[in-house]
Every structure is written in structure tokens, then in C-alpha cells.
């Protein structure tokens, strides 16, 4: 793989070369691994937006299609009707 030079401030570098020799690496992989990483986590990071952007539109969609069909839908009135009137003329013949 062809490399390319990366300049960083001196201190880093020494972190670096320390955190390397810890973890049993070379300077050189653990840039490379620690690059990866960064690279995948805002990758994913992209994707999530993405997916609640999605979402956000379809809780959108979904709340504009309920308050429709409120807006919409039929609204019954039960009345209790007193038992002891007089309600034959209503009797099914």
C-alpha cells in the first residue's frame, strides 16, 4: 500500500510511539488502526443521520394521515333511552 507523510505536532507523536510500544504495534499500524476506526465511526455516524431522517419522515407521514382520518372519521352519540317510556312505535315489525 502506498503511504502518504501525515506532519503532527511533536507531543502526539510521542503519545503515539508510547501508546504503540504498550499495545505491541508499530507506530505505523496503530495510526492506521486509530484512522480506520475514525473513518468507520462517521461513516456510521452518516448512515444513522440518514436512517432518522428516515424516520422522521415517516412519524411525519404517519401523524398527517391519523389527524386526516380524525378529521374525517364519523362521530356517533349514544343516547340511553328511558325504559319506561312508551317506545313501541319504534319496535321492529
Known amino acids: 500500500m502506498a503511504t502518504k507523510a501525515v506532519y503532527i505536532p511533536v507531543q502526539l507523536h510521542q503519545e503515539l510511539k508510547a501508546l504503540a510500544l504498550e499495545k505491541g504495534k508499530t507506530l505505523t499500524e496503530l495510526v492506521s488502526q486509530f484512522l480506520r476506526e475514525a473513518i468507520d465511526?462517521?461513516?456510521s455516524r452518516k448512515e444513522l443521520?440518514?436512517?432518522e431522517k428516515l424516520w422522521?419522515?415517516?412519524?411525519?407521514?404517519?401523524?398527517?394521515?391519523?389527524a386526516r382520518m380524525?378529521?374525517?372519521?364519523?362521530?356517533?352519540?349514544?343516547?340511553v333511552l328511558d325504559p319506561a317510556?312508551?317506545?313501541?312505535e319504534y319496535e321492529n315489525e
Open 56 to 66: 422522521a419522515e415517516i412519524y411525519r407521514e404517519m401523524a398527517q394521515e391519523h
Open 85 to 88: 317510556e312508551d317506545w313501541r
Open 70 to 79: 380524525a378529521e374525517e372519521s364519523v362521530h356517533y352519540v349514544v343516547e
Open 49 to 51: 443521520k440518514e436512517q
Open 41 to 43: 465511526r462517521e461513516r
